[in-house]
């Protein structure tokens, strides 16, 4: 069969201007991914974002502008096919991100936690029934170290599901104990008990309060509240600084 000239120049034509045009595509995609990049690791900085989710979804912004240059390119060079092309792509996609739907799960919740950083490495958390200090975080679990010296492997999707309890955020907690005088020993015991309680560690602000919730039987009993960073040892050195200060009465926890 004879080659039609005509046909040959105006396909050599079209496909040059096809060229011509993708790779002005090319060009634009490429400094709109350097520039999405770059914007995107900035503001994550500016938010002090962990510099490992940082870096991975800069990354992934530049990969997102470029796959969308790429797909931009296609469409250029099929015309007509671009949508069958577009339809595999998205049936593909469905199926892999089906298959691997638990890991992309713990992938994207570990990105929230770099991201938005609820409690970070050293922070003693407690996760459903499991409390222990930070040791690691990744892009798909979470380790702790638990008081006795397990180590427990939390999957990321769990924090994102349960309520997590960050205990280091706020060191400084409530504690309360119980105190019970004769009711002529009464007199003056909201000054006694801060004196007693000046060296055990408790808070100055807030300060303690004691209140009474009951009395009878020649008996008046108080709650006393204050709050301390070590909570443990401040109740200890409370109840004996009590003890100590009101031998007459009876101090226990709450």
């Known amino acids: 069969m004879p080659i039609d000239a005509a046909t040959v120049r105006d396909t050599a034509l079209d496909y040059a201007i096809r060229t011509l045009w993708a790779l002005v595509v ?57 949508g069958w092309i577009l339809t595999s792509f998205s049936v593909i996609g469905i199926v892999v991100g089906l298959s691997l739907q638990d890991i992309l799960k713990n992938f994207f919740a570990g990105i929230w936690v770099l991201v938005e950083r609820p409690f970070r490495i050293g922070d003693t958390i407690q996760v459903g029934v499991h409390l222990g200090e930070v040791r690691e975080i990744s892009f798909r679990t979470t380790q702790l170290r638990t008081p006795d010296g397990l180590e427990v492997i939390v999957p990321n999707a769990s924090l994102m599901t349960d309520a997590v309890v960050n205990l280091s955020r706020h060191p400084t907690r409530r504690s309360a104990i119980w105190l019970e005088l004769p009711v002529d020993e009464a007199g003056g015991i909201d000054e006694a008990v801060r004196e007693a309680l000046a060296a055990t560690g408790a808070a100055e602000d807030p300060g303690p309060v004691i209140a009474l919730r009951s009395a009878s039987g020649g008996m008046a009993r108080f709650q006393v509240t204050f709050w301390a960073n070590d909570q443990e040892a401040a109740i200890a050195a409370a109840l004996a600084a009590l003890q100590a200060r009101f031998p007459q009465g009876e101090v226990h926890g709450a």
Request: avoid cysteine; glycine fraction near 6%; charged fraction near 10%.
């Open 26 to 82: 090319v060009v634009i995609a490429f400094v709109l991914a350097r520039a999405a990049r770059a914007t995107t690791m900035r503001s994550l900085t500016r938010h002090r974002a962990h510099v490992n989710a940082t870096v991975l979804l800069g990354n992934l912004a530049q990969v997102l502008v470029l796959v969308v240059g790429l797909l931009a390119v296609l469409a250029i060079y099929t015309q007509g096919a671009f």
